[in-house]
């Protein structure tokens, strides 16, 4: 069977049972699997990950985004993450017996479907970008919501499918794409001071300077009281997890701030978790392979 | 499917073309897969892991012990680790929809079998032993090859399955028994004094003083010309390999010797895997269906 998994992203990371009612959309697939959600208070977001059979994961991303479209009103929205649309992303990721141009015609059926039929503008992005300047996620985002009915009056900014003269009023628009596996990852700063956090991003992200593959902004947790350090790896083989928290532990002290821990948003892949033992514990010729469960998902999936 | 694994050791860590044959006996089983196999020169020994339906596994882990039983001779045998017979220890360690109890009733099979028909004294021991002394592999394993055909004549040390006055003149004896996953984790240091292994041994280990479910010892590395504290971690639930590892690097830090690395043999739980990178990476709530891999063999377990 064809492995790919999707990671949609929904603005809505307080009410429980709107969550619920999208995800409940992917039931009557049986290759669909929702693996993890979770929803994120301060980002005013939630994260779903799942996995299955191309075709059918694709249907139920249709139905998903269908059912964030009508319960989820960008106009009332707030939060500290960036938003464009109801349904924000889309990113589809291949897994297991599918290369990436199989993967790409995939979102581009999606794509159109969402927006012919939901008249939602969409956004192809990364591997699936029908030009260079929409490779980037955080380019297509920029305005956000609030901006974008502006922005698609932009010749450059005419999305790829749908209308692409208006926004949908309330649901915005929604970016769709082809990616590599992407970790979403966040180090808690024992600080309220934002300015750490964002100067700390700067120093570790890509665009300023940093590590090849990390995108980073500050956050504020209002709730718990502290800042983050915000963070997409982009590729985790070539940048690893350990070497940017160890990092932002050493730009940190600088400012006298502990680190208090961090968090791996949804799901990892397991290299991602070998890689990291292997240089905490110096261990030698150590992967994946060494992991028991690991075995035993090979084994089930050669039968 | 029921599924156990296995991790045979062979008292033969140089020759290769002896564990390929060794290995090869699992081929005519298609419910066996052998997932690892290593060979240490120092110690003299090989690990095979294999994973399987239990029937087939002590099917093959039987002509394993014959093979095993007509190429390795005791009697010319030299290496770091202790050792009391050809194939010198066989653990079955129930992983998927089999109980211990089942797991024992296996092991129990499987030890008659190598008595009766290989003619090699069998010892029952850790879950499946008959006698609380029997528990323990170090206990019986005391004399190693050299001192059991004199251990063999007291009546305490009758082998529960096989000859009871002799042990087998080229192969020796055998322990046959069910225990919990069992990590093999050794720590190398920066020295070649043995002292220093044998002292920081003894610290971290149960029996004199140190961590609950931790066995250790010093060994020599002649070939790399260091030392390591050589372990068994006997539950990895309560004693974590983390905490192994960094109280070896607290008690190094008094001889001034410094931590090289560290190696795991043979194969690893993943939740051993994600408790270490949970400490090192201060994780909030992380386990092991955090993994995409896990997921994916869980989804295709159920099918």
């Given amino acids: 069977m064809k492995w790919v998994e999707s990671v949609p992203n929904f603005s809505e990371g307080k009410n429980v049972e709107v969550l619920e009612k999208i995800v409940k959309c992917a039931e009557k697939y049986d290759r669909v699997w929702i693996v993890n959600w979770s929803m994120d208070k301060d980002h005013n977001r939630s994260v779903v990950t799942m996995v299955g059979e191309p075709s059918q994961v694709i249907e139920a991303l249709y139905d998903m985004t269908?059912?964030?479209?009508?319960?989820?009103?960008?106009?009332?929205?707030?939060g500290e993450h960036p938003r464009m649309g109801a349904t924000d992303v889309i990113p589809l990721i291949p897994l297991k017996n599918i290369d990436y141009t199989e993967c790409i015609?995939?979102?581009?059926?999606?794509?159109?479907?969402?927006?012919?039929?939901?008249?939602?503008?969409?956004?192809?992005?990364?591997?699936?970008?029908?030009?260079?300047?929409?490779?980037?996620?955080?380019?297509?985002?920029?305005?956000?919501?609030?901006?974008f009915s502006e922005k698609i009056q932009n010749e450059k900014w005419k999305p790829d499918f749908g209308p692409t003269d208006?926004?949908?009023?309330?649901?915005?628009?929604?970016?769709?794409?082809?990616?590599?596996?992407?970790?979403?990852?966040?180090?808690?700063?024992?600080?309220?001071?934002?300015?750490?956090?964002?100067?700390?991003?700067?120093?570790?992200?890509?665009?300023?300077?940093?590590?090849?593959?990390?995108?980073?902004?500050?956050?504020e947790l209002k709730e718990k009281g502290i800042v983050q350090v915000?963070?997409?790896?982009?590729?985790?083989?070539?940048t690893s997890i350990y070497r940017v928290f160890e990092m932002i532990k050493v730009e940190a002290k600088r400012y006298g701030v502990g680190v208090i821990g961090s968090e791996i948003v949804g799901l990892v892949p397991l290299q991602a978790i070998t890689d990291t033992i292997?240089?905490?514990?110096?261990?030698?010729?150590?992967?994946m392979n060494r992991v028991i469960e690991y075995q035993l998902m090979e084994i089930l999936?050669?039968?």
């Fill in 105 to 147: 015609d995939f979102s581009k059926q999606l794509a159109q479907k969402i927006g012919e039929e939901l008249k939602i503008p969409v956004y192809l992005y990364e591997k699936s970008a029908t030009r260079t300047e929409r490779k980037n996620l955080a380019t297509i985002r920029k305005g956000q919501f609030e901006g």
């Fill in 66 to 78: 269908k059912t964030a479209a009508n319960s989820i009103d960008l106009r009332n929205h707030r």
């Fill in 230 to 238: 915000s963070m997409n790896l982009t590729n985790f083989k070539k």
């Fill in 166 to 219: 208006a926004i949908h009023p309330s649901a915005g628009v929604v970016a769709v794409g082809v990616r590599e596996f992407l970790i979403a990852y966040n180090v808690n700063l024992a600080t309220d001071n934002l300015d750490i956090a964002n100067d700390i991003a700067k120093m570790v992200r890509h665009k300023s300077g940093g590590f090849r593959y990390v995108k980073a902004m500050g956050v």
């Fill in 301 to 303: 999936e050669k039968e």
């Fill in 278 to 287: 292997d240089y905490y514990l110096g261990l030698d010729a150590f992967d």
